[in-house]
Every structure is written in structure tokens, then in C-alpha cells.
């Protein structure tokens, strides 16, 4: 039965990515050259485009997710919409996205759909309208997202920027540190993808094994910390002291 209703829910969900498959190009169309859309499948995170219209990030159908789309698999059934956010690819270009989840009828994120605006010009437009007007402002410090065809470049791409905002090699890191790593990797998505954990360990010059234990640890940590804070009892003397809620 589990197996039955499962190949159900797939069915349902192969629907729902072709009913939305043509709607690309009309989107496209509609907001022009500086408009790509691309529809995601989660199931495979290291070939999650079956769909694209328009050419911003440079992918193609059969291309990898971005650090956003594997954000939004490791937050699962509390995965949210990010709309209208703004981001810088690697070569330069600032591009406004908005990154729809696509829900089954369980309400199990398997998909998105992604609207991405190259609107560079439109904001090198307005700085030059504002440095004539006298107002001109800093440009906004934007992240830097990596939008590639291979998730193993995503995947290495972060790992560079959590070792860059630790400023120090991994044989540095004391144990907390450790952890810390590999729950912010694993909070990001970063071991959704097959072959994470041996590319990982690879990067940091450790056992596949290593990797695995540092991995369950930081996961059990965390799964301690969950059940800490859910367990512990209401404060009621506060409110009961006459005080501001």
C-alpha cells in the first residue's frame, strides 16, 4: 500500500511540473530578455531543472539547484516562498528572484518555480540618476549566489564561504568548531545532495567515516537542543507580576 500511494504522489507530482512547463515561455515573453524562469524537482537535487525559459544564470534543463533551492529542501514541510530577494551571480550581474515552492497534496514541498530579473541595468540606471540628483548611495553589499549546470560546484562554493568566514584551516577547529560546520553545511541543504558527505571529506582531508560521525553529532546535538527547548516549562510569574507582557 505505502508503495502504491507513493507512486501515486509521484504521478501527482510529475502533473503538476508539466502543467506548469508551458507557462515559462509566456512568463518569459511577457517581462522580456531580462527574464529567466526556471522550474526545479527537488526528488533530484544534482539535476533539478526540467524546465527553463530565458537565459540569466546560464543554466540548462538537467542543470543543478542553487544554495537556495537546497535551503529550501533542508527546511522541508517548513520550507516558505522567498520573493523578491536580491543577489549578485559570480560574474557580476544583480538579479531580483522570487522562489515559489510547489506543493503536493500533502503539502510536501518536491519543487519551485524560479523567476530571476537581470536588473544590473536598472540599478546602474538609478545610481547614475542619483549620483546627477546629488543622492547617490553606496551600492548594496549583495551575496554572492552560484548558478551552475553541477551541483558539485555549488556544493564546494559553500563550503568555501563557511571556511572563509572562519578564517582558519579545518585543523584549527576544536571540536565545537567542527560541528558547527557541518550543521550550518547540513541546516543549508549541503547533504541532500548524493555524494555530499565523501565530497566534503575530501575538501577537508578526512575520513569518509570522519565525515559521517561529525555529521550524526552535530545532528544529534542539534535534535538535543530541539527537544531542550520544547520541553522546558512556560514561565507564568512574569505576566502574573503585573508587569508588560
Not at 507513493?6 to 507557462?23: F, K, N
Not at 539535476?47 to 543543478?64: D, E
Not at 544554495?67 to 550581474?93: C, F, H, K, W
Amino acid at each position: 500500500m505505502a508503495g502504491n500511494a507513493g507512486g501515486l504522489l509521484d504521478a501527482e507530482r510529475d502533473a503538476i511540473l508539466a502543467a506548469l512547463a508551458p507557462v515559462l515561455e509566456g512568463l518569459v515573453a511577457t517581462f522580456g530578455p531580462v527574464c529567466e524562469v526556471v522550474l526545479h524537482d527537488y526528488r533530484r537535487p544534482e539535476q533539478s531543472v526540467v524546465a527553463i525559459a530565458g537565459s540569466v544564470t546560464g543554466r540548462t534543463v538537467g542543470g543543478a539547484m542553487s544554495e537556495i533551492g537546497l535551503r529550501m529542501v533542508a527546511r522541508g514541510q517548513e520550507a516558505t516562498d522567498e520573493l523578491n530577494y536580491l543577489t549578485r551571480t559570480p560574474s557580476g550581474e544583480i538579479v531580483k528572484s522570487s522562489t515559489m515552492a510547489l506543493r503536493d497534496s500533502t503539502g510536501a514541498v518536491f519543487g519551485a518555480l524560479c523567476v530571476n530579473l537581470d536588473v544590473s541595468a536598472v540599478t546602474e540606471a538609478h545610481a547614475l540618476l542619483g549620483a546627477l540628483a546629488g543622492v547617490a548611495r553606496a551600492p548594496a553589499d549583495l551575496p554572492v549566489t552560484t548558478f551552475g549546470n553541477d551541483i558539485d560546484s555549488v556544493v564546494d562554493v559553500m563550503l568555501d564561504a563557511h571556511q572563509l568566514h572562519q578564517n582558519r584551516p579545518w585543523a584549527a577547529l576544536d571540536r565545537a568548531e567542527r560541528l558547527d560546520l557541518f550543521r550550518s553545511l547540513d541546516e543549508r541543504g549541503v547533504f541532500a545532495v548524493r555524494g555530499a558527505v565523501e565530497q566534503v571529506a575530501g575538501r577537508l582531508g578526512i575520513s569518509r567515516a570522519s565525515a559521517y560521525s561529525y555529521l550524526s553529532q552535530s545532528r544529534a546535538q542539534a535534535d538535543t537542543a530541539t527537544e531542550s527547548t520544547s520541553d522546558s516549562p512556560s514561565d507564568t510569574t512574569s505576566h502574573s507580576a503585573g508587569g508588560p507582557a
